[in-house]
């Protein structure tokens, strides 16, 4: 059984790719848009190519069984239907809460009638490094939304379920599969849990308004406005954390001061 790992260098995808590796896949491909420089472990198959540039991928699907799709709306209709007539059997794809931006990836796979698994994870733990540059030059976070409330998973977390899905496909086909931490925390608790694992006293600052517009554009560029309007949204339908992650894994999923702890050099 031949497993494509695409955007396998990506935040999750190479997490992806060493959790197969770990639970004992023996043909596992990636694919990357730099090979030299992937830097991917012993016993991989690395495939130069792009899912944003469908027309490199046809010797990457070429006698692949079941595929991991890292998401990239614009081109992934035309992905999934080159992974269909690839003959690609089971697509496990990252996507998002249903109705919003990612909800094209979902519809992308299930348009192209292979069976498939739908990853639907939150925000990121990692989207705390909107506040590292902060942290690391003093000790006050100046933030929007203090009391806005949602629960976020670790990456970590997120490809270690893919992996599992991918090796057990079977058990899995048609399902959609919410991904959260284990804890639902509002901003200004997530602040206290990265203070927590620093062993400092971090002092959270609210603004609002156009101040708070300038903070994230400055620190987001463009999607600065699109962040902020997603917080005013989120905190009119608090996230609740979900045991999903316990569930497929038979451990709990990683609390967000477990991984401040792990990613502390962030904030440092």
């Not at 990692?126 to 100046?142: E, F, K, S, T």
Request: charge should be negative.
């Amino acid at each position: 059984m031949r497993i494509l790992v695409t955007g396998a260098t990506g935040n999750v995808g190479r997490m992806v790719v060493d959790e197969l590796l770990a639970l004992g896949a023996t043909s596992v491909r990636a694919l990357t848009v730099d090979p030299a420089k992937a830097a991917l472990p012993p016993g991989v198959e690395v495939v130069r190519g792009f899912v944003g540039r469908p027309a490199t991928l046809a010797s990457a699907l070429a006698g692949v069984d079941r595929m991991y799709l890292a998401p990239h709306p614009a081109s992934a209709f035309e992905v999934c239907r080159l992974a269909a007539e690839a003959g690609v059997r089971h697509i496990v794809d990252m996507a998002g809460a249903k109705g919003e931006h990612w909800q094209v990836v979902e519809d992308a796979v299930e348009a192209c009638g292979v069976a498939f698994t739908h990853l639907e994870p939150g925000e990121f733990m990692a989207n705390a490094d909107l506040w590292a540059p902060q942290i690391r030059a003093g000790d006050v976070v100046r933030d929007a939304g203090a009391d806005v409330v949602n629960a976020p998973v670790a990456q970590e977390d997120i490809a270690a379920v893919a992996a599992r899905v991918l090796l057990s496909a079977d058990d899995h086909a048609g399902r959609s599969y919410e991904l959260t931490g284990p804890e639902a925390l509002s901003r200004r608790q997530k602040v206290a849990a990265i203070g927590r694992a620093l062993g400092r006293d971090l002092e959270y600052v609210e603004v609002a308004d156009e101040e708070a517009r300038s903070l994230f554009r400055s620190v987001m560029g463009e999607y600065g406005d699109w962040y902020l309007d997603g917080l005013t949204q989120l905190a009119a339908h608090p996230q609740a954390a979900v045991s999903t992650v316990a569930d497929l894994l038979g451990r709990p999923a990683m609390t967000y001061e477990e991984w401040a702890r792990r990613h502390s050099d962030l904030f440092r």
